[in-house]
C-alpha cells in the first residue's frame, strides 16, 4: 500500500539549477575570483552532489595546489563563497524567478487528501528548502510535510542513499510503502540503493543521465495523479514479489 511519497528538492519540485548557477557566478563575481560557470560546465558540475562539494571539485581542478593551503583557508573561503550564493539564490526566489514544475503542487495536494505522509530528501541547505517552498506554498509549508532531510542532517551527499535511509526511519516506514522522486542519476541511485521505487522527472540538465532503473520516467508530473502514482506502485511491488518467488 502506498503511504507517503519522498521528493528531492532541485530539479524535482522546482527547475532551480539556472537559478542556483547564476547565484554562484554573482558569488565568485563578488569575492572577485574570475570564475565562471556556463550552462555547460555547470552541468558537469552538478554531478557533484552539494553546493560546497561542488566548490571544492572546481576549485581542485582550476587550482591543483589547493591541497597545499591549510585546510581551514580553504574551508573559510568556501563557506564565504556559498553564504553570499545562498543570499543571491534566495533573492532569485523572493523575486518570483523560480516556481514549482508543473503538476507539482496539485499532485502534493491529492496525496494529502488520500492521508499520505510526504517527506523530503535532499542535498540542499535548509534555507534554501524553506525560500523556496515558503514562497510556492505559504508560511505554514512545513506543516505539509512529516519529515525533512536535507544537508544539515545528511552529510554524505547522493548518490549514497543517506538521506533516504533517514526518511524512512523517521515516517517509520518500509521502502515498498513509499515512492521518491528524482530528477538525476545521482538521485535516481541514492533512491534504489535505499529500495524506493523511483519516478524520474528530468530538467535540461540531467536529461543525458541513465534513469533504466526508474519506476517512470516523466516529462513532468502536469498529467499524473495519485491514482496513477498508487497504480504504478502497486504493479512494481507485485513484480518484485513474484520475482523473489521465482
Known sequence: MLRALIFDVDGT??????????????????????????????????????????????????NPGVKALRGEAVQETIARIHELKTAHYEAAIASGEVALRP????????????GLQLAIATTTSPVNISALLRQA??????????????????????????????????????????????DSGNGLKAATLAGLATVITPTQYTQHHDFSRALHVLPDLGETRFADLALWHTAHWAGERLLSVE
Open 13 to 62: 519540485l522546482a527547475d532551480t539549477e539556472s537559478a542556483h548557477c547564476a547565484a554562484f557566478n554573482h558569488a565568485f563575481a563578488e569575492l572577485g575570483l574570475g570564475w565562471h560557470w556556463d550552462e555547460a560546465l555547470y552541468t558537469e558540475l552538478l554531478e557533484i552532489s552539494g553546493g560546497k562539494e561542488r566548490i571544492l571539485h572546481y576549485w581542485k581542478q582550476v
Open 137 to 182: 506554498m505559504g508560511p505554514a509549508w512545513r506543516h505539509n510535510f512529516s519529515a525533512i532531510g536535507d544537508a544539515s542532517s545528511a552529510p554524505i551527499k547522493k548518490p549514497h542513499p543517506q538521506v533516504y535511509l533517514q526518511m524512512l526511519e523517521a515516517l517509520k516506514l518500509d521502502a515498498s510503502d513509499c515512492l521518491a522522486f528524482e
Open 103 to 114: 503538476g507539482v503542487l496539485a499532485l502534493i495536494d491529492e496525496a494529502l487528501e488520500q
